[in-house]
């Protein structure tokens, strides 16, 4: 499986991909908005035509708060591009506020309220 | 509120005027109108019985001159029973008159006494007087009637007798029209007096209720106006709480954002050290690197929670500054000496510094300043010069500090509002992130100290940040409304 991880603290991000590794993920990681857009892109143009709705992603955590641009505008862009690409985001904001963000879709968007344990981000991703 | 009750005070007293002069006026007018009724019209009634009496004298005494004829004629018939006859009418009536001047001489007496002006006790004095003229005359005829009838007894008539007589009924009857003239006269000012009392107190009262309307027609304007003068001041009050409440829901709004910011802020770091904690606990990682690992996330938590507890300071206008004199050369160069040892890019740190003078600060809050400033610019300047330069300005009591660095320069969408809270947030990387409040303290403490401090980008590259505080401190002690940081820039 797929995982897109963008994530600005670096530690946090080496966190994630030491144990979605772990667990047989393949991990491709951005360290801020513009570099995750930029990930799925690439990831995108080497789609086949039936998974194009679903994404190149089994699954984006993303952090809302990022330089250079936003998690929830980088979702919304995602979105737009493959409406069935899979989101969640890992967040220390408030849930509401995230959900209440111009650009996000509220239904089909996860969330992974921070702090969370490590075990419980593989359990989430690993539930569909 | 003051100003409120004032208005109020200004109403509640111009109504309680003008009743007030409404009631002295009525008061007044009933007083005018039983001063009139007491005395003249009181005595004015005492009039009519005396003009009784003297058209009663008058009466009698015709009978009487109407029983001398018939004596006299029954005495040239000698009729000695009508004769008699005639005698006791002359002086029943006789007895008639001195009871009705007795009678007339008490109410003159009583008229007397209730006479309270000049006038009316010299009218009386009058009265008297002629009444008492009318009985002295009517006893001196009745001694000559009685002369008379002595001689008619002798069946004679003496001719000079009869004259007086004559004369002396004349000067009788003379008196009581003069009495009767005098008393139709007075009667008539009487009536006169009361008309003219009435009139000048209709008069009166006419003016007092003109001068009446008149203030309360003033009165009422001026209610009116204090009336416009209480609606400006309502309006303006609802404007300026309107305003203040603005203001308050931007406050309230900017303090939810800042709790909610500094939450994620505080809650971030979090993250990575349970992190840390489960990958250490599962062998996953080295413990060494999960304990440096923590140990510096909690150096950041510490800072950013130090942080947040400065801008609650400064917001409340609750920062003290332990002010002390310090060389300020002295302590920038302790700054830089120290950043030097740590520097690990190709950067040279460069002081220019003006004359090592004494300035009046809060050794620590500078240092910060200085710290965050000097911090900031190695951060963002990979290679070249980072300069700090000092100007003192005696004159103007304040030293100038500036510094510049060759590094990437502000981005020009953040540099309006470089100062605030947070803003710095988002534009850079992991190795440049801080706390986000750092230029925000910044500002504080150097407006604490009444200095102002600026942001610049340099023409070619860099950034410059200029700060300027007071050598000397006119107030030891800062004034809290110095401490607002939410001025310019």
Same mark, same amino acid.
């Given at each position: 499986m797929n995982v897109l991880v963008a994530e600005d603290n670096l530690f946090t991000i080496q966190q994630y991909k030491h144990v979605l590794e772990k667990n047989g993920y393949s991990v491709t990681t951005a360290r801020d908005g513009e570099e995750c857009m930029q990930k799925y892109n690439e990831a995108f143009l080497s789609l086949d035509t039936e998974s194009i709705e679903s994404g190149p992603f089994d699954v984006v955590l993303i952090d809302n708060n990022m330089p250079k641009k936003s998690g929830a505008e980088a979702v919304r862009e995602i979105l737009e591009r493959c409406p069935n690409q899979r989101v969640i985001f890992a967040s220390a904001y408030n849930i509401n506020s995230i959900l209440s963000a111009p650009g996000v879709l509220k239904d089909s968007v996860e969330v992974l309220q921070k702090p969370f344990s490590l075990n419980t981000m593989i359990a989430k991703i690993q539930t569909k | 509120m003051l100003k409120n009750t004032k208005t109020s005070f200004k109403i509640g007293g111009s109504v309680g005027i003008i009743i007030l002069l409404l009631g002295i006026t009525v008061m007044f007018g009933m007083y005018q109108m039983s001063k009139v009724s007491n005395e003249i019209i009181e005595i004015s009634q005492e009039y009519a019985p005396l003009n009784e009496i003297v058209s009663d004298v008058k009466f009698q005494k015709s009978t009487q001159t109407?029983?001398?004829?018939?004596?006299?004629?029954?005495?040239?018939?000698?009729?000695?029973?009508?004769?008699?006859?005639?005698?006791?009418?002359?002086?029943?009536?006789?007895?008639?008159?001195?009871?009705?001047?007795?009678?007339?001489?008490?109410?003159?007496?009583?008229?007397?006494?209730?006479?309270?002006? !000049?006038?009316?006790?010299?009218?009386?004095?009058?009265?008297?007087?002629?009444?008492?003229?009318?009985?002295?005359?009517?006893?001196?005829?009745?001694?000559?009637?009685?002369?008379?009838?002595?001689?008619?007894?002798?069946?004679?008539?003496?001719?000079?007798?009869?004259?007086?007589?004559?004369?002396?009924?004349?000067?009788? !009857?003379?008196?009581?029209?003069?009495?009767?003239?005098?008393?139709?006269?007075?009667?008539?000012?009487?009536?006169?007096?009361?008309?003219?009392?009435?009139?000048?107190?209709?008069?009166?009262?006419?003016?007092?209720?003109?001068?009446?309307?008149?203030?309360?027609?003033?009165?009422?304007?001026?209610?009116?106006?204090?009336?416009?003068?209480?609606?400006?001041?309502?309006?303006?009050?609802?404007?300026?709480?309107?305003?203040?409440? !603005?203001?308050?829901?931007?406050?309230?709004?900017?303090?939810?954002?800042?709790?909610?910011?500094?939450?994620?802020?505080?809650?971030?770091?979090?993250?990575?050290?349970?992190?840390?904690?489960?990958?250490?606990?599962?062998?996953?990682?080295?413990?060494?690197?999960?304990?440096?690992?923590?140990?510096?996330?909690?150096?950041?938590?510490?800072?950013?929670?130090?942080?947040?507890?400065?801008?609650?300071?400064?917001?409340?206008?609750?920062?003290?500054?332990?002010?002390?004199?310090?060389?300020?050369?002295?302590?920038?160069?302790?700054?830089?000496?120290?950043?030097?040892?740590?520097?690990?890019?190709?950067?040279?740190?460069?002081?220019?510094?003006?004359?090592?003078?004494?300035? !009046?600060?809060?050794?620590?809050?500078?240092?910060?300043?200085?710290?965050?400033?000097?911090?900031?610019?190695?951060?963002?300047?990979?290679?070249?010069?980072?300069?700090?330069?000092?100007?003192?300005?005696?004159?103007?009591?304040?030293?100038?500090?500036?510094?510049?660095?060759?590094?990437?320069?502000?981005?020009?969408?953040?540099?309006?509002?470089?100062?605030?809270?947070?803003?710095?947030?988002?534009?850079?990387?992991m190795e440049q992130s801080g706390t986000g409040l750092g230029l925000f303290l910044c500002k504080g403490i150097i407006q604490a100290h009444g200095g102002e401090i600026t942001a610049q980008n340099k023409f070619d590259v860099g950034a410059i940040f200029e700060f300027s505080i007071p050598i000397l401190q006119k107030n030891k002690i800062m004034n809290p409304s110095q401490l607002s940081i939410n001025k310019k820039l």
């Open positions: - | 109407t029983s001398i004829e018939k004596i006299i004629r029954y005495t040239d018939s000698n009729n000695l029973l009508e004769i008699e006859k005639a005698k006791e009418e002359f002086w029943l009536s006789g007895e008639i008159i001195d009871s009705d001047i007795e009678r007339g001489k008490n109410i003159v007496n009583v008229g007397m006494d209730m006479a309270k002006s !000049e006038k009316s006790v010299e009218e009386f004095r009058t009265l008297f007087q002629k009444i008492s003229n009318i009985k002295t005359t009517h006893e001196q005829y009745e001694i000559l009637i009685g002369d008379l009838f002595l001689e008619l007894n002798y069946l004679k008539l003496n001719d000079d007798l009869l004259k007086q007589i004559l004369s002396i009924e004349n000067q009788l !009857e003379m008196e009581l029209d003069g009495m009767l003239a005098l008393l139709s006269t007075l009667a008539d000012e009487s009536t006169n007096q009361i008309e003219d009392n009435e009139r000048d107190s209709l008069t009166g009262q006419i003016i007092i209720i003109s001068i009446v309307g008149t203030i309360a027609a003033a009165l009422g304007f001026f209610i009116s106006q204090i009336n416009n003068d209480l609606k400006k001041e309502v309006d303006l009050k609802t404007k300026e709480l309107k305003t203040a409440n !603005e203001k308050l829901k931007e406050l309230d709004r900017m303090k939810d954002e800042f709790i909610e910011i500094a939450s994620h802020e505080l809650k971030s770091p979090l993250q990575p050290i349970l992190g840390f904690a489960e990958l250490a606990k599962s062998g996953d990682i080295d413990q060494k690197e999960a304990w440096d690992g923590v140990l510096q996330l909690t150096s950041k938590l510490q800072d950013l929670a130090n942080a947040v507890l400065d801008v609650s300071k400064i917001e409340s206008d609750r920062l003290e500054l332990q002010l002390e004199k310090i060389k300020i050369n002295d302590l920038i160069l302790g700054i830089t000496k120290s950043q030097k040892i740590n520097l690990k890019k190709p950067v040279i740190i460069r002081e220019n510094l003006d004359e090592n003078i004494q300035v !009046e600060i809060d050794k620590m809050r500078i240092e910060q300043v200085l710290r965050n400033l000097l911090n900031n610019a190695m951060k963002f300047t990979t290679r070249g010069t980072i300069s700090i330069d000092t100007h003192v300005y005696q004159d103007e009591n304040k030293i100038q500090i500036k510094i510049s660095d060759t590094g990437l320069g502000i981005p020009e969408e953040i540099l309006p509002k470089i100062f605030e809270k947070f803003v710095t947030k988002g534009i850079k990387n």
